[in-house]
């Protein structure tokens, strides 16, 4: 079956303008997670999603938010965008929410903000 | 808050050496996970640890988890060029089981030298 697919791979944005990413998770995977990428931080937990509900928020600003759609698709959107928040954003599905979940991860989308 | 610590941060070894990577955390944990990034590619997920004292193996790969459950290690044995790239172990809390409280480490980045 497909893997997670994330677009664009690629953005190139000016700061202070907005951008929103997409996440197409696996067939059947309900529950979507988005994380932020930086060589200095490594992995930090954006936000949870599950059957159009955010479960769970990372300490990250109002800036970033997030939505879930009836097909599990989600979108996640930065706003204002900072130098800062150039990274790999990836996201990652799983087939549920229980403690047993193993995370599938998407390709990323690489976002540099000049 | 909850975190998880890697070490080391970087390991450098000459191919054919044992390789070993720990991860503590400061909260006991219902499970671990670890994962695998190649450069410039996304995590991959190798396996997960769930009871106290467990010990999985992967063909050269040997995962533990602490009889604490605070705390686990990956051990590459015989080290091979194919297994660079960055390790990462993420730990579920043990009351949480969405992705949400899956808390990352910052990871081990291997380089292997033929």
């Known amino acids: 079956k497909a893997g997670v697919t994330q677009t664009p791979r690629y953005l190139i944005k000016t700061r202070g303008q907005q951008v929103t990413l997409s996440c197409s998770p696996i067939s059947g995977h309900r529950s979507v997670s988005w994380y932020q990428q930086t060589p200095g931080q490594g992995l930090q937990f954006l936000f949870e999603?599950?059957?159009?509900?955010?479960?769970n928020k990372g300490n990250f600003p109002g800036r970033f938010s997030g939505r879930q759609f009836s097909n599990s698709r989600s979108e996640m959107n930065v706003s204002t965008l900072e130098l800062g928040d150039s990274a790999l954003y990836l996201c990652?599905?799983?087939?549920?929410?229980?403690?047993?979940?193993?995370?599938?991860f998407g390709q990323g989308t690489r976002l540099t903000v000049v | 808050g909850q975190q998880v610590m890697q070490i080391p941060q970087y390991q450098h070894v000459q191919e054919g050496e044992d390789f070993t990577t720990y991860c503590n955390s400061s909260?006991?944990?219902?499970?671990i996970q670890w994962y695998k990034q190649r450069p410039g590619g996304h995590p991959v997920f190798l396996i997960q640890?769930?009871?106290?004292?467990e010990v999985k193996k992967q063909k050269r790969l040997t995962f533990q988890f602490g009889e604490a459950k605070k705390n686990s290690s990956l051990h590459i044995t015989a080290t091979q060029t194919t297994d660079v790239g960055t390790y990462f172990c993420?730990?579920?809390?043990?009351?949480?089981?969405?992705?949400?409280?899956?808390?990352f480490g910052k990871g081990t980045k291997l380089s292997v030298k033929p």
């Open positions: 909260t006991t944990l219902s499970n």
């Open positions: 640890l769930v009871k106290s004292g």
């Open positions: 990652a599905s799983s087939s549920t929410t229980g403690g047993t979940a193993e995370a599938f």
């Open positions: 993420a730990g579920h809390l043990l009351r949480g089981g969405s992705q949400g409280n899956l808390i």
């Open positions: 999603y599950f059957s159009e509900t955010q479960r």
